[in-house]
């Protein structure tokens, strides 16, 4: 294998920008993890699971496309799946669609509860890493940057997040 040395470097602006994304990668997500763990008993990949079902028309949406949502695997999720249907939070079942006969999880009233009930804590932690440091302008550039991101790294999850104006915000018990 070759080694490639035309590869242009990073300038200052942008070694400084990557270093504190990638320390961002490195911080944020443990943070919110460790505080659903404490407060939920449950991760952020499954809490990512249970809330982009409660956000899903129906409560259910494929496996292939909560995959992506959740941002893991197909295998991941489906062993993730298989720990919240044993909890009872999350079921599976078969679906016509346009695109043919498909896996869907669905989102059962008890895995609804947990969502509802573990939201409050992950919102102000949430807040508390992200939202109240940045400013309303900033907030909007996170969003747009996050996309362009998102988009460059993985089509198909960015091509899944639902449009701003179009997010469906789960009802409370």
Not at 97 to 117: F, H, K, N, Q, W
Not at 118 to 124: D, S, T
Not at 128 to 143: A, C, I
Request: net charge positive.
């Amino acid at each position: 294998m070759t080694e490639r040395t035309d590869a242009p470097w990073l300038s200052d602006d942008e070694t400084h920008a990557w270093i504190a994304l990638t320390a961002m990668f490195s911080t944020v997500p443990p943070a919110i993890d460790a505080q659903l763990k404490r407060d939920a008993g449950i991760n952020f990949f499954e809490y990512q699971i249970l809330s982009w079902l409660s956000m899903a028309e129906g409560r259910a949406t494929r496996m292939g496309t909560l995959a992506h949502l959740a941002g893991g695997s197909l295998s991941r999720l489906s062993h993730a799946v298989t720990r919240l249907e044993r909890q009872g939070w999350v079921r599976r079942r078969t679906s016509d669609s346009a695109e043919g006969r498909c896996v869907e999880a669905l989102l059962t009233d008890a895995g609804m509860a947990v969502v509802v009930a573990a939201a409050p804590n992950h919102v102000r932690e949430a807040r508390r890493l992200v939202f109240d440091v940045l400013t309303p302008e900033q907030v909007g550039q996170l969003q747009q940057i996050g996309r362009q991101l998102a988009t460059a790294a993985s089509p198909q999850m960015a091509a899944c997040f639902p449009a701003p104006g179009d997010l469906k915000r789960p009802k409370k018990a």
